[in-house]
């Protein structure tokens, strides 16, 4: 069920920083948006080639369903584009105690093509 599974939130390393300096999870575009950008496990792969192609290496981030659940909504994309199905929209200050687990993820050698990335959260969304 895609509204218990876990949640996931990618941070640039400077972003991881400024999280564990202020205690609070939050990015530019999140403040733009009004809320904290997630991902699923099935939408990883896509955010990360679509928002974070420039980076050496990032944070993974997995959210405590017990602490943060409350406050996720499911909607469609924003921006709009490509991407389909609803993604997790966290509304609310997220605190870094929110965090079960970390994980530093560097750029490897093979990078699945976006089309195929899409084509899985198509699949796992209908």
């Given amino acids: 069920d895609i509204l218990n599974s876990p949640t996931y939130k990618v ?7 400024q999280a564990q300096t202020s205690g609070l999870i939050i990015t530019d575009l999140d403040r733009k ?3 904290i950008h997630l991902s699923t496990a099935t939408q990883l792969n896509a955010t990360l080639s679509l928002y974070f192609y420039k980076e050496k290496s990032v944070v993974l981030l997995e959210l405590d369903f017990l602490k943060t659940n409350e406050q996720i909504k499911f909607e469609t994309p924003t921006p709009p584009g490509k991407r ?3 993604f997790p929209h966290y509304y609310g200050e997220l605190s870094s105690n929110t965090i079960s687990r970390t994980w530093d993820l560097k750029r490897s050698a093979f990078e699945l093509p976006l089309e ?3 084509q899985a ?3 796992s969304s209908s």
């Fill in 11 to 17: 941070l640039t390393k400077d972003e991881w920083r």
């Fill in 33 to 35: 948006d009004g809320f």
């Fill in 84 to 86: 389909i199905g609803s």
């Fill in 116 to 118: 195929v990335m899409l």
């Fill in 121 to 123: 959260e198509h699949v």
